[in-house]
Protein backbone atom coordinates (compact mmCIF):
# COMPACT_ATOMS: atom_id res chain seq x y z
CA UNK A 1 0.00 0.00 0.00
CA UNK A 2 1.25 3.60 -0.77
CA UNK A 3 0.49 6.32 1.11
CA UNK A 4 1.20 10.17 0.20
CA UNK A 5 1.56 12.79 2.26
CA UNK A 6 2.97 16.75 2.45
CA UNK A 7 4.66 19.26 4.85
CA UNK A 8 5.91 22.84 4.53
CA UNK A 9 8.80 21.92 2.33
CA UNK A 10 8.25 18.19 1.19
CA UNK A 11 6.30 15.26 -0.33
CA UNK A 12 6.48 12.19 1.38
CA UNK A 13 5.55 8.83 -0.29
CA UNK A 14 5.17 6.15 1.95
CA UNK A 15 5.72 2.63 0.30
CA UNK A 16 6.56 -0.80 1.38
CA UNK A 17 9.42 -0.47 4.28
CA UNK A 18 10.71 3.31 3.08
CA UNK A 19 9.69 6.54 3.10
CA UNK A 20 10.95 8.83 0.28
CA UNK A 21 11.08 12.84 0.64
CA UNK A 22 10.93 15.14 -2.52
CA UNK A 23 11.42 18.22 -2.63
CA UNK A 24 8.57 20.75 -2.59
CA UNK A 25 8.42 23.84 -3.75
CA UNK A 26 5.99 26.46 -2.80
CA UNK A 27 6.65 28.90 -5.87
CA UNK A 28 2.42 30.48 -5.49
CA UNK A 29 3.58 31.22 -2.01
CA UNK A 30 6.69 33.04 -2.68
CA UNK A 31 4.92 34.81 -5.52
CA UNK A 32 1.96 36.10 -3.10
CA UNK A 33 4.57 36.56 -0.85
CA UNK A 34 6.63 38.66 -3.03
CA UNK A 35 3.88 39.97 -4.57
CA UNK A 36 2.98 41.48 -0.75
CA UNK A 37 5.73 42.57 0.09
CA UNK A 38 6.59 45.08 -3.85
CA UNK A 39 2.87 46.34 -2.84
CA UNK A 40 3.66 47.46 1.12
CA UNK A 41 7.08 47.52 1.23
CA UNK A 42 7.07 45.53 4.45
CA UNK A 43 8.36 42.32 4.47
CA UNK A 44 6.46 39.60 6.51
CA UNK A 45 8.55 37.84 9.29
CA UNK A 46 8.16 34.67 8.06
CA UNK A 47 9.53 35.76 4.64
CA UNK A 48 12.59 36.94 6.24
CA UNK A 49 13.03 33.73 8.01
CA UNK A 50 15.78 32.34 5.62
CA UNK A 51 17.61 36.07 4.75
CA UNK A 52 17.46 39.81 5.53
CA UNK A 53 17.14 40.26 1.58
CA UNK A 54 13.07 39.81 0.58
CA UNK A 55 14.17 38.29 -2.94
CA UNK A 56 16.80 35.70 -1.54
CA UNK A 57 14.76 35.19 1.13
CA UNK A 58 12.34 34.08 -1.04
CA UNK A 59 14.65 32.09 -3.34
CA UNK A 60 15.64 30.17 -0.30
CA UNK A 61 11.85 29.40 0.77
CA UNK A 62 11.25 28.21 -2.54
CA UNK A 63 14.14 25.29 -2.33
CA UNK A 64 13.50 24.66 1.71
CA UNK A 65 13.08 21.37 0.80
CA UNK A 66 16.46 20.79 -0.73
CA UNK A 67 18.20 22.43 2.40
CA UNK A 68 16.06 20.33 4.96
CA UNK A 69 16.62 16.96 2.74
CA UNK A 70 20.62 18.31 2.59
CA UNK A 71 20.99 18.54 6.33
CA UNK A 72 18.85 15.32 7.04
CA UNK A 73 21.36 13.09 4.88
CA UNK A 74 24.26 15.06 6.89
CA UNK A 75 22.97 14.28 10.47
CA UNK A 76 22.40 10.93 9.75
CA UNK A 77 25.94 10.59 7.98
CA UNK A 78 27.62 12.65 11.06
CA UNK A 79 25.88 10.86 13.73
CA UNK A 80 24.40 7.87 13.28
CA UNK A 81 22.37 7.38 16.22
CA UNK A 82 20.12 4.53 17.18
CA UNK A 83 17.30 6.93 18.47
CA UNK A 84 17.09 8.06 14.14
CA UNK A 85 15.68 6.73 11.33
CA UNK A 86 18.33 5.70 8.57
CA UNK A 87 18.38 7.85 5.98
CA UNK A 88 20.15 6.00 3.18
CA UNK A 89 20.67 7.86 0.23
CA UNK A 90 19.98 11.34 -1.13
CA UNK A 91 19.79 12.33 -4.20
CA UNK A 92 21.38 16.04 -4.51
CA UNK A 93 18.57 16.76 -1.52
CA UNK A 94 16.05 16.71 -4.46
CA UNK A 95 14.95 13.20 -3.19
CA UNK A 96 15.79 11.57 -0.04
CA UNK A 97 14.81 8.03 1.07
CA UNK A 98 14.91 6.69 4.30
CA UNK A 99 13.47 3.97 6.47
CA UNK A 100 10.16 3.82 7.45
CA UNK A 101 8.62 3.23 10.82
CA UNK A 102 5.57 2.71 12.88
CA UNK A 103 3.35 6.34 13.91
CA UNK A 104 3.18 6.76 17.47
CA UNK A 105 1.03 8.32 19.81
CA UNK A 106 1.91 11.70 22.04
CA UNK A 107 1.52 9.57 24.79
CA UNK A 108 4.02 6.96 23.64
CA UNK A 109 6.60 9.65 23.10
CA UNK A 110 5.46 11.35 26.62
CA UNK A 111 6.38 7.72 27.98
CA UNK A 112 9.48 6.97 25.92
CA UNK A 113 11.11 9.83 24.72
CA UNK A 114 14.39 8.40 22.95
CA UNK A 115 16.64 11.67 24.63
CA UNK A 116 14.42 13.53 26.77
CA UNK A 117 17.14 13.63 28.99
CA UNK A 118 19.06 16.10 26.68
CA UNK A 119 16.02 18.04 26.42
CA UNK A 120 16.10 19.20 30.15
CA UNK A 121 16.70 22.78 30.88
CA UNK A 122 16.67 23.68 27.14
CA UNK A 123 14.46 26.65 26.21
CA UNK A 124 11.30 25.68 23.59
CA UNK A 125 12.76 27.49 21.03
CA UNK A 126 16.09 25.40 21.73
CA UNK A 127 14.41 21.97 21.43
CA UNK A 128 11.73 22.86 18.34
CA UNK A 129 10.01 19.79 16.96
CA UNK A 130 11.89 17.81 19.30
CA UNK A 131 8.44 17.02 21.43
CA UNK A 132 6.26 16.69 18.54
CA UNK A 133 4.90 12.96 17.86
CA UNK A 134 4.70 13.20 14.06
CA UNK A 135 8.46 13.77 14.25
CA UNK A 136 8.84 10.53 15.58
CA UNK A 137 7.86 6.98 15.20
CA UNK A 138 8.59 3.06 16.13
CA UNK A 139 11.69 1.83 13.54
CA UNK A 140 13.12 -1.90 15.19
CA UNK A 141 11.51 -1.46 18.41
CA UNK A 142 12.16 1.67 19.17
CA UNK A 143 10.97 5.40 19.08
CA UNK A 144 13.23 7.21 16.74
CA UNK A 145 13.45 10.07 15.31
CA UNK A 146 12.08 10.61 11.95
CA UNK A 147 12.25 14.42 10.61
CA UNK A 148 15.25 15.83 11.21
CA UNK A 149 16.30 18.29 8.84
CA UNK A 150 15.37 21.27 10.38
CA UNK A 151 17.85 24.04 11.12
CA UNK A 152 16.94 23.73 15.23
CA UNK A 153 17.22 19.97 15.17
CA UNK A 154 20.72 20.33 13.29
CA UNK A 155 21.69 22.66 15.28
CA UNK A 156 20.56 21.15 18.68
CA UNK A 157 21.94 17.57 17.84
CA UNK A 158 25.56 19.89 16.73
CA UNK A 159 25.73 21.53 20.68
CA UNK A 160 29.25 19.16 21.83
CA UNK A 161 26.60 18.56 25.14
CA UNK A 162 24.09 16.84 22.76
CA UNK A 163 27.02 15.04 21.09
CA UNK A 164 28.39 13.57 24.75
CA UNK A 165 24.96 12.60 26.00
CA UNK A 166 23.73 10.87 22.57
CA UNK A 167 27.21 8.68 22.44
CA UNK A 168 26.64 7.73 25.94
Known sequence: MIRISWGTTRFVVLVGTVAIKMVRPRPLWVLRRLARYLITGVAPKRLLAYADNPLESAAKHLFAGVAVNRREYRLWQEFPHHFMVPTLYSLRGIVNIQMRGQAISEEELALSHPFRSS???????????????????RYEGHICLLDYGSEDTFALFSQPEIQHHMAA
Open 119 to 137: LKGMTPDAIGDMVKAMNFC
